[in-house]
Nanobody, 127 residues
Framework: QVLVVESGGGLVQAGGSLRLSCTASGLSFDDYPMAWFRQAPGKEREWVSCTNWSGYITSYADSVKGRFTISRDNYKNTLYLQMNSLKPEDTAMYYC????????????????????WGQGTQVTVSS
């Protein structure tokens, strides 16, 4: 059974930082792309960032580019999202997602490509 668990969310002032973590078990973690998505109240779940199996290829939504950094530690089966210069519009539930198909040279930005999801961790940025 695959289990994906996020942690690290919280309340932070605008301009502050948070680091989200995501551990995944029950799958070959180092074989597949992984991603972060977020969903604000009343809005669709949107893609934030993703990384290929090795972590050497990353991609970011324009809204977070230059402020967020995705990384992974395949020895620890853990995905990270370092979030700096946070803005109130970053307030959302953040979800970690894992794929189960190989994609050596990149990662997907569509939620439909990811098969396993965590329960989410809440990030709230106050102004």
């Amino acid at each position: 059974q695959v289990l994906v668990v996020e942690s690290g969310g919280g309340l932070v002032q605008a301009g502050g930082s948070l680091r989200l973590s995501c551990t995944a078990s029950g799958l070959s973690f180092d074989d597949y792309p992984m991603a972060w998505f977020r969903q604000a109240p009343g809005k669709e779940r949107e893609w934030v960032s993703c990384t290929n199996w090795s972590g050497y290829i990353t991609s970011y939504a324009d809204s977070v580019k230059g402020r967020f950094t995705i990384s992974r530690d395949n020895y620890k089966n853990t995905l990270y999202l370092q979030m700096n210069s946070l803005k109130p519009e970053d307030t959302a539930m953040y979800y970690c997602a894992a794929a189960r198909r190989y994609y050596a040279s990149g990662c997907w930005t569509s939620r439909d490509e990811y098969d396993y999801w965590g329960q989410g961790t809440q990030v709230t940025v106050s102004s």
